[in-house]
């Protein structure tokens, strides 16, 4: 892949609904375009504006410069989020680590932390987030199969599945709120109760903190070509399967969605899992109900 080094003039945006994403208020992306290569990624979509998405990846060396200079003029403690777009622990965050050194800088100014990603390189960062969980940290792993032989082929340059969801136990050992994103799920690949079964015994066996699923996947203009392309190749009764019902629509969700949200809820609370966004006001909110229930 080609990389780019360039100098951004921004590194952190403030988010519109805070409550819609675990809380985050800025979020933050230090490169553009993704190594783990995932075959349904919306990232690719025009909306997003990274023309080469899979080919390159633009690396923004003054990140660490510019978000001590942001935080430096804040008054009040933040949760900043990154990995939206493209995950803050793909392979170059080992040369560049500069997810490392944004963490430090949001630690020394005692902001909170939300990170999304694909990626035990995580655990590498294991101290510093230590520290930021004295506060408030969460990390949401995406784990969207326990099979790892489909994931080589949606995911084939990501962590396998057992990789991703034993960082999660060992994060939660050491204190860290951790759990998964069960999203996307794909239609006529992802539906049957085994699957499910599968996800919901890692989640007990890793101590999983929280899950939150989407039973669907997203597939807009550039993205439902690349994703159509590579089911192609995997298994050609796919995408029949997928232009006869999905058309043209932005998203399509999986088939027997209901069924399979409420099976997973079922379950999930047979083994006492939370499934939802972990919040930062929420658990500050509960905290101070717990207080005063026990004066």
């Not at 999203?183 to 049957?192: A, I, N, S, Y």
Request: aromatic share 12%.
């Amino acid at each position: 892949m080609k990389i780019t080094e360039i100098e951004s003039k921004t590194i952190i945006s403030r988010a519109k609904k805070p409550s819609a994403w675990f809380g985050v208020q800025y979020g933050m992306n230090i490169y553009r375009g993704c190594q783990h290569h995932c075959i349904y990624c919306d990232s690719r979509s025009e909306c997003y504006h990274v023309d080469d998405f899979d080919g390159e990846i633009i690396v923004k060396t003054n990140a660490a410069t510019l978000l001590e200079k942001s935080l430096s003029k804040m008054y009040k403690r933040y949760t900043i989020g990154s990995g939206a777009m493209s995950d803050p622990y793909m392979p170059i965050e080992k040369k560049y680590t500069l997810t490392r050194q944004c963490l430090e800088i949001m630690d020394h100014y005692d902001m909170r932390a939300h990170l999304a990603t694909k990626s035990n390189l995580i655990l590498r960062d294991v101290d510093v987030l230590e520290r930021i969980a004295k506060r408030y940290v969460s990390v949401a792993m995406t784990v969207t199969t326990m099979d790892e032989e489909l994931a080589k082929v949606i995911e084939p340059n990501a962590p396998t599945p057992k990789e991703r969801m034993e960082a999660v136990g060992i994060l939660n050992s050491l204190g860290i709120k951790a759990g998964l994103l069960l999203m996307p799920q794909l239609p006529f690949l992802m539906e049957d109760r085994e699957h499910l079964d599968k996800i919901i015994k890692a989640c007990t066996d890793y101590d999983v903190q929280f899950i939150y699923p989407a039973f669907g996947v997203t597939l807009r203009d550039r993205q439902r070509e690349y994703f159509y392309n590579k089911l192609e190749a995997y298994d050609s009764s796919l995408v029949p399967k997928y232009q006869k019902k999905y058309k043209n629509y932005y998203s399509a969700s999986c088939v027997n969605s209901k069924k399979m949200y409420q099976y997973f809820k079922q379950r999930a609370k047979e083994e006492k899992l939370y499934i939802g966004m972990p919040l930062y006001e929420r658990e500050v909110s509960n905290a101070q109900m717990s207080f005063f229930d026990n004066i």
